[in-house]
């Protein structure tokens, strides 16, 4: 017995010896294909620039650039070659490049607070991206290479500061990816010809993309002259050369809606930098397709092309395996976060997006929006992004996923491609003025070595006037609580509901404080009215009504 005892032990030392000695080799796999090295840089003496600073909050570089506005937008100019302006634009930006990793870093913490599991997810977006540096153009990797050098030197566990901000730059498609998040629930919408009162080109759009309030507070407005392509402006932050939402000298805007996507099998472009490519080297629609075919993609998008030259606009429907142009031969376009071609409206996964998303509710909501301004206008444009109610103008609450207004945006902007102006919201979301930008202008600028306003005032777009109303304190004080319960702290369930009684999120955050203190009784009640109001989700629908079975059984 003792005999058998003893093979057995050795059996089974040796059983833990090679799983121990794989787990070593895997975890030396990932490691080394994690690893990504910097592009080569033919000259690199740009590397040793400084910025001054003429005045307080004002930094110069040649004839490059950056301020902070009086609006609170910052605003960014940069000219060259690629690693020159990635190594300008770090240099100008230090700051918030390091201000922004910072927060990106806090809301992952806060995301996954185990710091096993992060050192893990670091090794699985390691070998995730492993071919990311194949998928990117050479112009764009230098230019991040450019911005990495003004990088922080804390987050080395992470990774080098290059191949930290160049995973960055997929962290938006990763996360869309894996989990869906409904954090990028975005809207947009253009009129031009019978449906604008000067028949000309107009675009609206709402970047719904949360990580987090601090993510938002430092936007740039950025505006590029690249040795190659076309000038063009951007919404971004520091550290990012990818495109979100912008306009190119030719007229030419580019604003991205994320669609249901399966898990990709591995890296191909991200769909920022697909969107910046389309931003500096097409001119038209038919240029802007070129530049989306030829580009792998491993999450859906839907692109809305908007072209001063073709007074139009248009969406291009990427997949990770097929591409459609959707054109709804009319006067208008609105696009939310579901394919409406029809190559890609009958695939699983959009059907699935129908069915269970809040996307086709806010579709409908914006066809009645856009019905209404009748001959729409940039101040009617804004308006319609304001636009917090739901279908047929009700009441569904304050920051509600199916509203076209979710109180998340990290900015909301309005293009006039033949005019080549611009409105950029200012702080809170889309509630605070839009200040307007004349492109021409300030790419005619040609540098600036004293410190002034560039946007043109006398366009700006006054705040929403619910900023100055009780229902907006209230709704400050929803927020105040829902971040207290995520923190681990307890709300009166009386007091969530009446800072937000039509949001059906309150009701069932008042449940789940009930819950937590053993009154399931109240935690049922408050469920079912849950249950009455306009939900955004089918998964969140069904999670109430399982949290009321649950209660019901304890």
């Not at 004002?58 to 302006?85: A, C, I, M, Q």
């Not at 839907?302 to 969406?315: E, R």
């Not at 909501?365 to 992004?385: D, F, H, S, Y």
């Not at 005619?444 to 006037?465: K, M």
């Amino acid at each position: 017995m003792r005999r058998i005892a003893k093979k057995l032990g050795k059996i089974l030392l040796i059983v833990l010896g090679v799983f121990g000695l794989l787990l070593l080799l895997l975890g030396g796999y990932l490691y080394r294909v994690s690893q990504i090295g910097p592009p080569v840089i033919a000259d690199s003496s740009a590397a040793q620039w400084q910025r001054s600073e003429p005045s307080a909050n004002f930094y110069t570089l040649g004839p490059n650039w950056f301020r902070h506005s009086k609006s609170g937008l910052y605003e960014l100019y940069v000219e060259g070659k690629d690693f020159e302006r990635g190594v300008v634009n770090g240099k100008l930006t230090r700051e918030l490049v390091q201000r922004q990793e910072d927060h990106f870093a806090e809301q992952i913490e806060k995301m996954i607070p185990s710091a096993f599991y992060r050192q893990f997810l670091k090794y699985f977006v390691g070998w995730f991206n492993r071919d990311l540096p194949k998928e990117v153009t050479d112009e764009y990797k230098r230019e991040i290479y450019g911005i990495s050098l003004s990088a922080s030197d804390r987050y080395g566990y992470i990774g080098t500061p290059y191949q930290r901000l160049l995973n960055y730059h997929a962290a938006h498609d990763i996360g869309h990816a894996l989990q869906s998040m409904a954090l990028v629930g975005c809207t947009s919408f253009a009129t031009w010809n019978g449906h604008s009162a000067d028949s000309s080109l107009i675009i609206g759009r709402n970047f719904d993309f949360w990580v987090g309030d601090k993510f938002a507070e430092d936007k740039i407005v950025g505006f590029f002259k690249p040795a190659d392509g076309y000038g063009f402006m951007t919404v971004t932050w520091g550290g990012f050369i990818g495109a979100v939402s912008g306009m190119n000298e030719k007229g030419l805007t580019v604003t991205i809606n994320a669609a249901k996507t399966d898990i990709p099998p591995g890296a191909a472009t991200p769909v920022s930098l697909v969107a910046r490519e389309i931003l500096q080297y097409a001119s038209n629609i038919k240029e802007a397709i070129a530049v989306a075919e030829r580009r792998k993609m491993f999450v859906s998008e839907s692109f809305l092309i908007g072209s001063a030259a073709d007074n139009k606009a248009v969406i291009i429907e990427k997949t990770p395996a097929s591409l459609d142009v959707y054109d709804p031969g009319s006067d208008h376009i609105i696009c939310t976060n579901h394919f409406q071609g029809e190559a890609l409206r009958h695939s699983a996964a959009n059907e699935q997006q129908l069915k269970e998303s809040a996307s086709p509710y806010r579709y409908r909501r914006m066809e009645e929006l856009v019905a209404a301004a009748g001959k729409n206008t940039v101040a009617q444009t804004v308006a319609i992004l304001r636009d917090y109610r739901g279908y047929q103008g009700a009441d569904i609450g304050l920051g509600n996923e199916k509203a076209v207004n979710q109180f998340i945006a990290h900015h909301s902007i309005v293009f006039e491609p033949q005019k080549r102006l611009v409105w950029v919201s200012t702080a809170p979301w889309q509630l605070g003025a839009f200040v307007c930008y004349d492109l021409t202008k300030v790419m005619g600028l040609h540098g600036l070595q004293t410190d002034r306003e560039v946007a043109d005032s006398g366009f700006t777009i006054a705040p929403d006037s619910l900023l100055f109303s009780p229902r907006f304190e209230a709704f400050q004080r929803f927020r105040s609580y829902r971040q207290r319960i995520l923190d681990g702290g307890w709300v009166a369930p009386d007091s969530i509901v009446a800072s937000n009684p039509t949001y059906y999120h309150a009701w069932v955050l008042a449940g789940n404080e009930s819950r937590r203190k053993g009154d399931n009784a109240a935690a049922i009640g408050y469920y079912k009215k849950a249950l009455t109001m306009e939900i955004a989700t089918l998964g969140e629908r069904q999670a109430v009504e399982e949290a009321i079975k649950a209660c019901s059984k304890e």
